[in-house]
């Protein structure tokens, strides 16, 4: 068939179908929003993972005046520092850095993350702890740094950072998770709108089809129209819910989140253009599936 | 051309037959008058030859081709050869009669330098050549029909059915469509057309072939409805 043919079978039946056709562009566009949202969190939580993992540390609190487990007597002493110094090296390759920081240094560092901040004023100078921050070659190897270190007299406490970050990315993850479920039963019910979409649009237009078959037309001809109409309209839909996405990009993550929260790694531009073909592959996808197998109920012969 | 061998049709709920043991035979370029009282098997008869209902038993052959073997892919192109004239015209309401004409060549694929050249001549051919930018529902019945007519010859087919073409047309306006399918036979055209009118089967003189509860009682050259003849 002649191309100018069939784009005017095609635009006159969206036009006649107009309201299921709107319901259809609109149902097409939640559910990829919600999917690219999904898809967002997703590698928003793997980018935080990758760039936090890489500077998370084993801290080891070192005794304090006050402290009160049995491998403290008082403050640590110089030569119970140094023992752990040592063992500390000694764990290479396993330990691949040892950095020390005193009571002092803590407190200076604190000073400054808390500048103006009415807390300051409730904590002393020596009321933070020296310690020593190692960083380990492989987050799994806590339990066998730990053991060795933890019964030795001046270590107050040892503190797994990535336990801390895994309660919050298990979170994010459940959080994706929802997303994601949620994406996907909107999916199911685009499926479901197509399907009746389709089955309406068939019906409506029996007489044309009744009259192609007579007249010899392919079975993928009598089908062309229909595909094309749902194959326009979920990409209508998908550009809308692009378009969601790079708006949630530039207003939301770059304009509201990042300049406030500048210690998290947000999501790329890369991220999100990778993230928009997948948008029109899975909503284009799914439609032209979903009224393949509605046509092939309907449109027998 | 077309052979109807030992052919029963029998619609899933219905307690009779509508062809019981059919035997036909038409041969290219005839014309052939279908004629017996509502439910007698007509538009069953024409509806097997189109591939849109199956027999029940016996075969039924359509240039050689046996029509229930016929693979799904190939039925376009089966039934390209085939021109249908609908009782009930089937115009799509939204398109003029140069487009409702023209509908038969563009769903084949056919240019839009072969449509412009053919149409005016059909259109001209059924006489509505003045009137080719109208839509169905300015035109008269006899009209809308003459248009449903140019779609099932604009493809030159060599086999035209139809089904009581002149069924909703007054007796002035039926003479006119009869013309027409004669002339259309002239060209070569194989022509199969159930009717229940009586004037103008007499008038033309064809071949009738008479069915009653899905039987073909009669089967005669040159006959007429009334009379059993000689
Ligand atoms: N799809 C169908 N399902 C069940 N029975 C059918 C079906 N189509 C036709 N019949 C029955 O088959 C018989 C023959 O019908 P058919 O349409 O061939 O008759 P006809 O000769 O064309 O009648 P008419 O002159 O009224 O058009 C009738 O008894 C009819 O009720
Ligand atoms: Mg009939």
């Known amino acids: 068939m002649r191309i100018s043919f069939v784009a005017k079978e095609v635009s006159g039946g969206l036009r006649r179908n107009f309201t299921m056709t709107l319901a259809l562009i609109i149902a097409v566009a939640v559910s990829l929003s919600l999917f690219g949202t999904s898809l967002l969190l997703s590698t928003q939580v793997d980018r935080m993972k990758g760039y936090w993992y890489d500077k998370i540390e084993v801290s080891i609190f070192l005794c304090g005046s006050s402290s009160v487990t049995y491998t403290c007597t008082g403050s640590v002493t110089d030569d119970q520092r140094t023992n752990i110094e040592m063992k500390l090296n000694s764990l290479t390759p396993t330990v691949q850095h040892v950095f020390y920081e005193s009571s002092s240094a803590a407190y200076d560092k604190f000073k400054q993350q808390f500048a103006g901040s009415a807390i300051l004023s409730n904590v002393s100078p020596n009321a933070l702890p020296a310690s020593f921050r190692v960083k380990i070659d492989n987050p799994d190897h806590f339990q066998e740094v730990a053991s060795q270190i933890s019964s030795m007299q001046g270590v107050e406490s040892i503190q797994d950072q990535r336990k801390l970050l895994n309660r919050f990315f298990t979170i994010l993850k459940g959080l994706q998770s929802f997303a994601l479920v949620v994406a996907l039963a909107m999916l199911a019910v685009t499926i479901l709108l197509v399907m009746n979409t389709i089955r309406v649009a068939a019906f409506a237009r029996r007489r044309e089809t009744s009259i192609m078959r007579a007249v010899g037309a392919s079975n993928m001809s009598i089908r062309l129209p229909f595909i094309l109409e749902a194959a326009v309209a979920s990409t209508i839909g998908a550009s809308l819910a692009s378009g969601g996405l790079v708006a949630a990009k530039y207003w939301v993550i770059d304009g509201k989140l990042a300049p406030n929260l500048t210690f998290i790694p947000f999501v790329t531009w890369t991220e999100v253009g990778a993230i928009i073909p997948w948008l029109y592959l899975v909503g284009v996808g799914i439609t032209v599936l979903a009224s393949l197998i509605t046509l092939r109920r309907y449109l027998k012969g | ?230």
Request: glycine content about 8%.
């Open chain 2, 1 to 230: 051309m077309i052979v109807f061998d030992h052919v029963t049709k029998q619609y899933k709920n219905s307690p009779q037959p509508a062809l019981n043991d059919v035997n036909l035979t038409i041969e290219q370029g005839e014309f052939v008058f279908l004629v017996g009282s509502s439910g007698s098997g007509k538009s069953s008869l024409l509806r097997l030859l189109l591939k849109e209902e199956k027999a029940t038993e016996g075969t039924v052959t359509v240039d050689g081709i046996n029509v229930a073997k016929l693979r799904n892919r190939k039925v376009p192109a089966f039934r390209r050869q085939m021109g249908i004239v609908f009782q009930d015209f089937r115009l799509l309401p939204g398109k003029s009669v140069f487009d409702n004409a023209a509908f038969g060549m563009e769903v084949i694929g056919k240019s839009r330098k072969e449509i412009r050249n053919r149409i005016p001549a059909v259109l001209e051919l059924v006489g509505l050549e003045e009137k080719a930018h109208r839509l169905p529902s300015e035109l008269s019945g006899g009209e809308q029909q003459r248009v449903a007519l140019a779609r099932a010859f604009v493809n030159q087919p060599r086999l035209l059915l139809a089904d009581e073409p002149t069924g909703n047309l007054d007796p002035a306006t039926s003479v006119g469509i009869m013309k027409l399918l004669d002339r259309i036979n002239r060209t070569g055209t194989t022509i199969v057309m159930a009717t229940h009118d009586v004037a103008i089967v007499d008038q033309m003189r064809k071949r009738i072939v008479q069915m009653e509860s899905g039987r073909i009682v009669r089967d005669q050259e040159r006959g007429m409805y009334g009379h059993t003849g000689n």
